[in-house]
């Protein structure tokens, strides 16, 4: 089976909106793309979200932002979060 894998780009207004949070420069972020991925000569194909990584050296939080929607979520639970609840966390990780 053929797959064919389609690199996303990373969208612009998300990074802008986490590099706005205060003191977030303190820590490591990484901005990971999605990837559309499709087996050919099926009609499947999967969705692969953006990933945030915002770490420390005692921890890190992987954020995952889909390319249509304008929520974030947490990787581990998939609960939405909101962008004050990522200035809560990232306040407490200073």
């Known amino acids: 089976m053929k797959i064919t894998i389609e690199p996303l780009e990373f969208p612009l207004c998300v990074k ?11 820590l490591h ?3 990971v793309n999605g990837k559309n991925i499709h087996f050919d000569k099926t009609n ?6 953006h990933q945030i990584i915002i770490s420390n050296d005692l921890s890190c939080i992987i954020l995952l932002s889909s390319p249509n929607d ?5 990787k ?4 939405i979060i909101t ?6 966390l990232i306040l ?3």
């Not at 499947?44 to 979200?49: F, H, K, Q």
């Open 29 to 31: 972020i990484e901005f």
């Open 44 to 49: 499947l194909s999967i969705n692969e979200p």
């Open 83 to 88: 962008l004050e609840s990522i200035k809560f």
């Open 76 to 79: 581990d639970s998939l609960e």
């Open 70 to 74: 304008n929520n974030f979520y947490l």
């Open 16 to 26: 802008e909106k986490l590099l706005k949070i205060p003191k977030i420069s303190k």
């Open 92 to 94: 407490k990780m200073l």
